[in-house]
């Protein structure tokens, strides 16, 4: 079936430091969603891209989708501790196919 | 809060048992998937539920299966647990399969011993 990879697996930064995680596919994907799960918690919808070249922002959250629409992109500026989690892309079709996720560290 | 509720949220079964899982919905929504998160792992589709009829089935044994209700509740149900179900499975719902957005619940933590 479908295997969206992401890196890295793991992210440890200090506060105040930017983070990026990528997702990558082998096929084109049809759209792009991402997701963040705290710590003992369930996955929560950050936001959707269709678009090819797409790009996004919430805040000091930026989300790219590529050209080719086989790739997206998350990156936080300036990480505070509220950021901690795993984040996951997701392509959406009749199935959802998760990402690997990232989990982000921040240390205070 | 997604409005999307599960029952019950942890549970601890012996290997060969079964268990049923629960799940309501969010209101006006008449699609339902059902996930496997195994620790440290990313969830991992089971299958969905659109109307109550199945829409779709990921790479796991006929031992899972589920249904439908006409109130767009959904119940997973797995039959002769290995320790390798031992997983948060998650339920979410969405307006429609496809694009939309999925909205998940609490999740449900089975421990099989």
């Known amino acids: 079936g479908q295997q969206v990879m992401q890196i890295p697996q793991y992210q440890h930064v200090q506060e105040g430091e930017d983070f990026t995680t990528y997702c990558n596919s082998s096929?084109?994907?049809?759209?792009i969603q991402w997701y963040k799960q705290r710590p003992g918690g369930h996955p929560v919808f950050l936001i959707q891209l269709v678009k090819s070249g797409e790009v996004k922002k919430q805040k000091r959250l930026t989300f790219q989708f590529g050209e080719a629409k086989k790739n997206s992109s998350l990156h936080i500026t300036a990480t505070q501790t509220t950021d901690v989690g795993t984040y996951f892309c997701?392509?959406?079709?009749?199935?959802?196919?998760f990402g690997t996720g990232t989990s982000l560290t921040v240390i205070p | 809060e997604t409005g999307v509720t599960q029952s019950p949220t942890h549970l601890i079964k012996t290997r060969g048992q079964q268990v049923t899982l629960r799940c309501s919905s969010q209101s006006g929504h008449n699609t339902v998937s059902w996930y496997q998160q195994a620790l440290g792992q990313g969830p991992q589709f089971i299958f969905q539920y659109y109307r109550e009829e199945e829409n779709g089935r990921g790479n796991f044994p006929p031992r899972f299966s589920g249904l439908q209700f006409p109130n767009y509740s959904s119940e997973l149900n797995v039959n002769a647990l290995e320790l390798d179900d031992s997983a948060l499975y998650l339920c979410a719902s969405s307006l429609e399969p496809g694009r939309n957005t999925i909205y998940f619940g609490e999740g449900s933590w089975l421990t099989v011993v």
């Open positions: 997701a392509e959406s079709g009749n199935q959802f196919y």
């Open positions: 096929t084109t994907l049809s759209n």
